[in-house]
């Protein structure tokens, strides 16, 4: 009933709390909505990485895969060798098979493409668009046939600890899992430096996935404050939370911090690697995405997208058509709420005159002009691929929940 007002606005907090001078920018533009901040971030976590059993490359004399065709011929190798390449769970919902997917569709086709799906604007009837599309959903079908028996009923956790285990050689996530394996499973990942993939004691290395080096796939924890009795309490811990001697608690077992002058202070040294790409790459804001899968898409469209991907790989081959057709019908569902959101005012990632990702979704540019495209489900044949084989602070990984509580007010 409130709209807007429902949360605190945290844009003069973070003004006044010193975030827009000391922060990656990129990091605030991700969590504001036409110059408004529904949240404060507490933590930058990186997506799109590739986790890797370097010492099983190693075992059998293959190469790091710092790209994707060395990616492929590891994956062909390990499994001539009798060894599961892939760890891709089941038991997530289809989450584990959403990561695969954008991260080969990342490595493809690019962050400008990628960022289109963010406001479900891409073009499916662009040939270049149906290309890429059709090879991704070639490579997620072709690493997934490789999956570790029994995928189906298997979460995220499990999949790392059979990683760790020597059991399997790759896994695609964010650093989620670094957290995890350093604080339950004893073990330390390291980026993918020299010194680290030749060391024989070193056992997982935290990737970026092959081909996504030069761009960075964010994911944000951040706090939302509803209009309230309490806001005062929840505004002193937002302080806290965001300000660096918080982050120095906080960010050490997880994610990184977004403050542009920190020392190492982080557990692993995959954390420190992270936190310097996050520094190196704010000189390209172009080069950020919002990960598809948490938080870049609303709510029902993750849901959608989760579900038809764990279909695919269920049926392989056979469930294009149906993968196709619910790709189509997600991304109109995407533009749709996007559309519902820029009548209140919030239509897009960003700032005035900066948008994230230096993006802005037609019916910015030219809101009086646009038109949504009719992307129904019939559209879905044109690239089908010929395959040749309440409370009173809310802590939320899906940044986009706070617009989409909103719209559907």
Do not use: C
């Amino acid at each position: 009933p409130n709209g807007i007002k429902t949360f605190v606005n945290m844009t003069p907090y973070a003004q006044q709390w010193g975030l827009f001078n000391n922060a990656v920018y990129e990091v605030l533009q991700a969590g504001a909505f036409n110059g408004t901040l529904l949240s404060i971030p507490v933590n930058v976590h990186r997506g799109a990485l590739l986790y890797v059993n370097v010492k099983l490359l190693r075992e059998y004399n293959l190469p790091f895969p710092s790209n994707f065709s060395t990616l492929v011929y590891d994956t062909v190798q390990l499994a001539q060798h009798g060894v599961y390449p892939w760890m891709v769970p089941g038991a997530d919902g289809g989450w584990d098979q959403f990561n695969l997917w954008e991260d080969i569709f990342l490595s493809l086709a690019g962050p400008k493409l990628y960022n289109e799906m963010i406001y479900g604007t891409i073009n499916f009837s662009n040939a270049t668009v149906q290309r890429l599309i059709n090879e991704t959903n070639y490579w997620f079908l072709n690493f997934t046939s490789y999956d570790y028996p029994g995928w189906q009923s298997m979460t995220w956790t499990q999949g790392l600890t059979l990683l760790v285990e020597g059991k399997v050689a790759f896994q695609a996530n964010g650093n989620w899992l670094t957290n995890y394996a350093y604080d339950f499973l004893n073990t330390t990942a390291y980026p993918p430096l020299p010194q680290y993939i030749n060391n024989s004691s070193v056992v997982l290395i935290e990737s970026p996935f092959p081909g996504t080096q030069n761009y960075y796939a964010l994911v944000i924890d951040s706090i939302g404050i509803p209009v309230g009795p309490q806001e005062q309490q929840a505004l002193e811990l937002a302080h806290f939370w965001s300000s660096y001697q918080g982050q120095e608690v906080w960010t050490k077992w997880k994610a990184v911090t977004y403050y542009k002058n920190a020392t190492d202070y982080f557990n692993t040294p995959a954390q420190w690697y992270d936190y310097q790409q996050l520094i190196n790459d704010s000189k390209n804001p172009q080069d950020f995405v919002y990960q598809l899968s948490d938080g870049g898409t609303f709510d029902d469209v993750f849901a959608e997208i989760d579900s038809g991907l764990l279909a695919l790989q269920e049926a392989g081959v056979g469930g294009l058509p149906a993968w196709n057709s619910t790709l189509v019908s997600a991304m109109h569902e995407e533009e749709s709420e996007w559309l519902a959101a820029a009548k209140l005012g919030l239509g897009y990632l960003g700032f005035p005159g900066h948008p994230f990702a230096d993006y802005y979704p037609p019916w910015v540019k030219d809101p009086a002009a646009y038109e949504p495209k009719s992307n129904n489900s019939s559209n879905s044949t044109l690239f089908i691929l010929p395959l040749l084989a309440g409370g009173v602070l809310a802590l939320d990984i899906l940044n986009k929940n706070y617009l989409n509580k909103l719209i559907h007010l």
